[in-house]
């Protein structure tokens, strides 16, 4: 029987390249140095604002090599959209991202995951030209930068030199992820239930002493869970308490083909993301999936919606987040 179409989609992520000048160690990427056909995203652009969709991601690789971004910013802008486009720091000039801030462009995301080169230099490249960029939105004055910090298992006792080095630098957001599966499918750096309270507790207590605003993304579903918490129920409720997989939001990679999210190996060619989004029976699956077995047990399972690319890849292993590794059989709250 053929699915009836989700709610309006939120958001759209293009795939735009898989080229990229670093070589990090937990990179899932291919980087077989293909860009996405100009005309597939521009049309992927147009049916997403006709969807409802709020906003763009752009992303790599390094979204700094595609030859066509500021075009794809202007279209953006042109249907009302938000643009937001993630970085290595590479390529990004002082004149680079002033062309990118006029042709209106809405957040810049760096990644960086430690506040030392040797710390983030653990699971990725480019600490300094991370660094340098930031200064040179700052130069710029672009209001709207954030930082993509990945909680790693020996990067959570750095959270709190991220927040100073957010404020040093005049970041007024901390954007924080949760592992996904590496290229092999291994999560081996992820942080475990321990750590994840601890960060869970230093993100509460930034709340009250930080002026940079920590947001944690919705598919790192067990710290959104130990942060919703009180005496008076979870928050951590709806489709925003975890993987927004097909239900919010979908994904095109490189090759123009669609995924409920980019972090998931799998794809579907359709003709248009108006026929994905209406007719894709993966999507549907996706809607209505209830909680993954593994997470039998947890007592926060109520509150959580685990991330589909770690289920997907850890089909098997008995776990399906990062604190249901190594055997643990579910999560105290």
């Known amino acids: 029987m053929k699915p009836k179409a989700h709610r309006a989609l939120v958001q759209l992520n293009l795939e735009l390249t898989s080229r990229c000048p670093l ?9 077989k140095g293909k860009d996405l056909d100009l005309d597939l995203a521009l049309s992927a652009i147009q049916e997403a604002a006709s969807l409802g969709a709020r906003q763009v991601n752009l992303s790599g690789g390094e979204t700094l090599l595609y030859p066509e971004l500021i075009r794809l910013i202007n279209e953006c802008k042109a249907l009302g959209l938000e643009s937001n486009i993630a970085i290595s720091g590479w390529g990004a000039s002082p004149s680079r991202l002033q062309e990118l801030k006029n042709a209106g462009l809405t957040r810049v995301f760096v990644s960086l995951n430690g506040s030392t080169e040797t710390i983030n230099r653990r699971s990725r490249e480019g600490f300094s030209l991370a660094m340098s960029a930031l200064d040179n939105l700052k130069e710029v004055k672009f209001s709207n930068t954030i930082i993509n910090w990945v909680a790693h298992a020996e990067s959570v006792p750095d959270f709190r030199n991220m927040l100073k080095l957010c404020e040093r630098h005049g970041v007024p957001c901390l954007f924080v992820l949760g592992v996904k ?6 999560m081996d750096t992820a942080p475990d239930a321990r750590q994840t309270k601890r960060l869970a507790r230093e993100i509460q207590e930034a709340k009250m002493t930080s002026r940079t605003r920590v947001v944690v993304e919705s598919c790192y579903s067990s710290l959104r869970a130990y942060l919703g918490a009180s005496l008076a129920g979870n928050t951590n409720i709806g489709l925003a308490k975890g993987c927004p997989a097909g239900k919010l939001g979908v994904s095109a990679n490189v090759e123009g083909r669609f995924a409920p999210c980019r972090h998931l190996q799998s794809s579907e060619n359709f003709g248009s993301l108006t ?12 809607r209505t999936k209830t909680q993954d077995p593994a997470c039998a047990g947890c007592a926060l399972s109520q509150h959580c919606t685990g991330c589909a690319a770690i289920s997907r890849a850890s089909a098997g292993n008995g776990w399906s987040c990062g604190l249901m590794k190594a055997g643990e059989k579910g999560i105290i709250g």
């Open 23 to 31: 070589r990090c160690p937990q990179c899932y990427c291919s980087l």
């Open 181 to 186: 599966p590496d290229a092999a499918g291994k």
């Open 275 to 286: 026929e994905y989004w209406e007719n894709s029976l993966e999507l549907q699956g996706f």
